[in-house]
């Protein structure tokens, strides 16, 4: 997905062309998502104004603290408009559970540098465990895709990002908000099951297909989890193809 930004890279005075924008951008090969302004920044209702007459295929509400928020986006451009809120603050994970609930809820994001400058903490590793954890499980709970972690800074640093997105990879996140073409490839490298991988899944799929009963697969018993695993790669595999 390529996402518009109408929130912090666009200036006060530069909203108004932002939103006359909406209505001419180009066609793409991927869906547009806009992030709008947060519910209290004073430019919210605007950008649902531009919104109604040229809507997106999803929305990030930036700085998301209440369920009841999304009600209004829902309300506004429909109940199949999926949002993406981003979690950017104390108040916004203590209500995380809630917001996972909602139906128009695709998944959620992490800003992670918002969110430690709103809890006085340095945006390290080990300063969000908690928050990062609580995304994930919260974001499981309501049955909603697995949520995205927060931008790396460092745009031409490969490596940085590839160490990031793995990072986020194992504690359950399943993608990672980019700002610069550079970073797709090595994020890209890290959410997409190795070929390895991909293979034993088929081998999975095949061996459940052609059994009516238990199955093994390299002396190892393929149950209920493992078939789901295999699927999960598969998926995986074949939609960052």
Known sequence: AVIMD????????????AHAALGDRPDLPVPLVVRCNGFDSG??????????KNPPQMIMLPKAES???????????????PIVPIIESAIGLAAVE?????????????GHLDFSLDIGAE????????????????????????????????????????????RARDMGFGGKLLIHPKQIAP????????????????????????????????????DVPVIKRAEAIIRDFEALA
């Open 6 to 17: 109408l929130e912090d890279a666009v200036s006060d005075a530069d909203k108004p062309a």
């Open 43 to 52: 430019w919210f209702a605007k950008d649902m104004e531009a919104l109604v």
């Open 67 to 81: 369920a009841d928020h999304l009600d209004v986006i829902a309300k506004t451009l429909g109940a199949d408009m």
């Open 98 to 110: 809630a917001m996972m609930q909602h139906p128009s809820v695709l998944q959620c994001a992490f």
């Open 123 to 166: 945006p390290h590793w080990e300063s969000l465990y908690y928050a990062r954890g609580k995304i994930v499980v919260a974001s499981r709970l309501g049955q909603k895709a697995a949520p995205l972690d927060g931008v790396a800074v460092r745009f031409d640093d490969a490596e940085i990002v590839e160490n990031e997105a793995r």
């Open 187 to 222: 994020a890209k490298s890290v959410f997409r099951p190795s070929q390895d991988d991909y293979e034993w899944a088929q081998r999975v799929m095949a061996a459940v297909a052609t059994s009516a009963s238990a199955v093994q697969l390299d002396g190892a018993m393929v």
